[in-house]
Nanobody, 126 residues
Framework: QVQLVESGGGLVQIGGSLRLSCSAS????????MAWFRQVSGKEREFIAS????????NYADFVKERFTISRDNAKNAVFLQMISLKPEDTAVYYC???????????????????WGQGTQVTVSS
């Protein structure tokens, strides 16, 4: 059974930092892109960042550029999201996702990803 498990979420003050981790089990994703999305209750899930199989290509949503960094460790079958300068509007449930097929790109669409984690809550408050 394939599982993606996120960790590292929590409550942080405005301007603070968090590092989210996503650990995969049940299969390896060393040749597949992985990504982070987030969702606020009542709103659609939105793309944050994606990374291709070897980390050579990344894509970011405009609202997180310069603040968030996606990375991966294929030896650990894991993907990470380093977040700095957090704002109240970053409050959401954060999900990691993995593609089911090997490709060199870093897609940005929800439909590009087959496997999803259960999410971790990030709350940014003063």
């Amino acid at each position: 059974q394939v599982q993606l498990v996120e960790s590292g979420g929590g409550l942080v003050q405005i301007g603070g930092s968090l590092r989210l981790s996503c650990s995969a089990s049940g299969r390896t994703f060393n040749s597949s892109p992985m990504a982070w999305f987030r969702q606020v209750s009542g709103k659609e899930r939105e793309f944050i960042a994606s990374i291709n199989w070897n980390g050579g290509r990344t894509n970011y949503a405009d609202f997180v550029k310069e603040r968030f960094t996606i990375s991966r460790d294929n030896a650990k079958n894991a993907v990470f999201l380093q977040m700095i300068s957090l704002k109240p509007e970053d409050t959401a449930v954060y999900y990691c996702a993995a593609s089911s097929r090997p490709e060199a790109s870093a897609p940005v669409g929800i439909s590009d990803y087959w496997y999803w984690g259960q999410g971790t809550q990030v709350t940014v408050s003063s």
